[in-house]
């Protein structure tokens, strides 16, 4: 009799496990369909995947049973949590950077080094020297090195190698061959870094408005003009930043940088901004409506357009189209107080004619403002003709 008991209770011990998970499965199944589903993730800093349309096209060949799994993945409950647990997982076993973001000392998250195999940097630098000598315009090249190579001593013990040096060499001699100025950041930005500076954001692949200060000088000497001086700027500094880099490597831990806004009091400034064949119109340089928002950056000059044009009438100095990726946004107003009219032209959204802009703009000055990362792996430079 107590046998049969025992047998009895193993076997109904057996069934636990199985119960447990179809427990934990129907569970997060009416966790799943229950939950609201977002539009955005302020976290990711990117739009989620919506319901796929179902039609017998998409079912047929596939598209419906691909979408709705990214839609599943954007939408799993808890997906944060499950994200951040990943990350501190391969952080534990010792496999840092395993999402391409190195978890680093002092509380930097900084990008793994673009592959040296598989870029485009030579590619985009022979196409701003060839859209250079098409134009005839002075041009003027400052590439931001990466944040990996300038704070270099927060890394990881083993970590891929940062090839700024050679990127940067081969820019700068290609560069001197084609009659463009190049703006070497190499040195002012170590030797800033390591008497205390922070030249980069934690956070985000950035730099900080310390960081375009001193690139604003080092461009100034480049072009012969007179920088404005540090102490005629008013500074603010805004808590909880969270950037982009710490939105793709799930090291939710990580706490929040400071970005720090530099006004110049008698500025005054007027800002036109063209998207889609719409143009706005603003008196400032600084949108404080993004600082409620986790990723502040836009707060300079609004963040991505395809078009951005800033007005000075006071300035002393002439007119200038900059090609440029978003490291330029911060180095804006600083730029504005040495230009009458500086127009930004991003090419990941502008897709007429630069050349025509050139001709129509008739500017004094062309500069190209890159991150040395964005530069190796951007595809848009193509639309530079």
């Not at 409620?292 to 300079?300: A, G, T």
Request: charged residues 25%.
């Amino acid at each position: 009799m107590v046998t049969t008991m025992n047998d009895n209770k193993k076997s109904a011990v057996r069934y636990v496990p199985a119960v447990l998970f179809l427990a934990f499965v129907f569970g997060m199944a009416i966790w799943f369909l229950f939950t609201p589903k977002k539009d955005y993730s302020s976290s990711e800093k990117r739009y989620l995947q919506e319901f796929p349309d179902a039609s017998f096209e998409s079912i047929a060949d596939g598209g419906f049973g691909t979408d709705f799994e990214s839609f599943f993945a954007d939408h799993f409950p808890g997906r944060n949590m499950w994200v951040g647990f990943n990350s501190y997982y391969n952080l534990a076993i010792g496999n840092n950077g395993a999402d391409g973001v190195y978890n680093c000392s002092d509380n930097y998250l900084i990008n793994k080094p673009v592959s040296e195999n598989e870029n485009y940097i030579d590619r985009n630098i022979g196409v701003i020297a060839e859209f250079k000598e098409k134009t005839d315009k002075p041009m003027t090249v400052l590439l931001a090195p990466s944040t990996g190579y300038v704070a270099s001593d927060v890394l990881p013990l083993i970590h891929n190698k940062y090839n700024d040096n050679k990127y940067i060499e081969s820019a700068k001699a290609f560069f001197a061959e084609s009659g463009i100025d190049f703006v070497d950041l190499r040195e002012p930005f170590k030797n800033a870094y390591e008497i205390g500076n922070q030249i980069y954001y934690k956070t985000d692949h950035h730099w900080t408005t310390r960081g375009a200060y001193i690139a604003y000088t080092e461009l100034c000497k480049s072009l012969e003009l007179e920088p404005v001086s540090e102490e005629k700027f008013v500074k603010e500094a805004h808590g909880g930043f969270y950037g982009t880099t710490y939105s793709t490597s799930g090291f939710w831990l990580t706490p929040p940088d400071d970005i720090e806004i530099w006004k110049d009091p008698e500025l005054n400034t007027q800002v036109k901004i063209t998207e889609g064949g719409k143009t706005s119109e603003y008196n400032s340089l600084y949108f404080y409506n993004h600082l409620e928002e986790d990723d502040k950056y836009p707060v300079f000059i609004d963040g991505n357009h395809a078009l951005t044009e800033i007005i000075n009438s006071n300035a002393k100095g002439g007119t200038a189209i900059v090609i440029k990726d978003s490291f330029s946004h911060c180095l804006a107003p600083f730029l504005a107080e040495n230009f009458k009219k500086l127009t930004l032209v991003d090419l990941r959204y502008f897709k007429e004619s630069v050349s025509d802009l050139v001709k129509k703009e008739n500017p004094d000055q062309l500069l190209c403002i890159y991150g040395i990362d964005n530069l190796a792996t951007d595809t848009d430079l193509a639309w530079l003709k």
